[in-house]
């Protein structure tokens, strides 16, 4: 079945930088595009950033355009997120997701996710 | 970016009961909609796709339907396992766009 499993979150200063990885493994991950989704404490869900599977063309949510990259290494069947000036608005849970359908962009399984909290 | 609307914020309903919730796009997104259920401290679910296309593995009890700008989630019988949050998301134009949420509560 597929796993998605995230790592890397922490506690980590106002401006500083972190780096999630996202593991998968019970589907072909080389053939799907790829999501992260964030969730701040007691709020909704934001979709952040996708990543096709041949890394043509990445899209980003402008709250996070340019500080943030999207990454992946299908060898390794591992999605990254690179996030640098990062701001007390990005404490979150990030999800990493699989995205399904034809155009990869209905979020068919998602992580459990790792929590981002960026102190003052 | 595509706004979605959730109504109402919160649904109080009892077991076995029918539950009908809303999402409205602040423009046309064909059937580009999904819709997902969260339970607390748990990641987000996929219910339907496409407007009215069952995930696989999720019950009869959830249908969805619309298009252009209203859609709606309709969980025919609420089985104890059904409260949740719900969300729709609408995958027509970039960004991607969730709607706000609606709790199901218990009555």
């Known amino acids: 079945q597929v796993q998605l499993v995230e790592s890397g979150g922490g506690v980590v200063q106002r401006g500083g930088s972190l780096r999630l990885s996202c593991a998968a493994s019970?589907?072909?991950?080389?053939?799907?595009?790829m999501h992260w989704v964030r969730q701040a404490p007691g709020k909704g869900l934001e979709w952040v950033t996708f990543i096709p599977y041949d890394e043509s063309d990445t899209k980003y949510a402008d709250s996070v355009k340019g500080r943030f990259t999207i990454s992946r290494d299908n060898s390794k069947s591992t999605l990254y997120l690179q996030m640098n000036s990062l701001r007390a608005e990005d404490t979150a849970l990030y999800f990493c997701?699989?995205?399904?359908?034809?155009?990869?962009?209905?979020?068919?399984?998602w992580g459990q996710g790792t929590l981002v909290t960026v102190s003052s | 970016e595509i706004v979605l609307t959730q109504s109402p914020a919160t649904l109080s309903v009892s077991p076995g009961e029918r539950a009908i919730l809303s999402c409205r796009a602040s423009?046309?997104?064909?059937?580009?909609l999904a819709w997902y259920q969260q339970k607390p401290g748990q990641a987000p679910r996929l219910l339907i796709h496409d407007a009215s296309n069952r995930a696989p593995g999720i019950p009869a009890r959830f249908s969805g339907s619309g298009s252009g700008t209203d859609f709606t989630l309709t969980i025919s019988s609420l089985e104890p396992e059904d409260f949740a949050v719900y969300y729709c998301q609408q995958r027509s134009n970039w960004p991607l766009t969730f709607g706000g949420g609606t709790k199901v509560e218990i009555k």
């Open positions: 997701v699989r995205g399904g359908g034809f155009d990869f962009l209905t979020l068919d399984n």
């Open positions: 019970g589907f072909t991950f080389s053939g799907y595009g």
């Open positions: 423009q046309r997104v064909s059937t580009y």
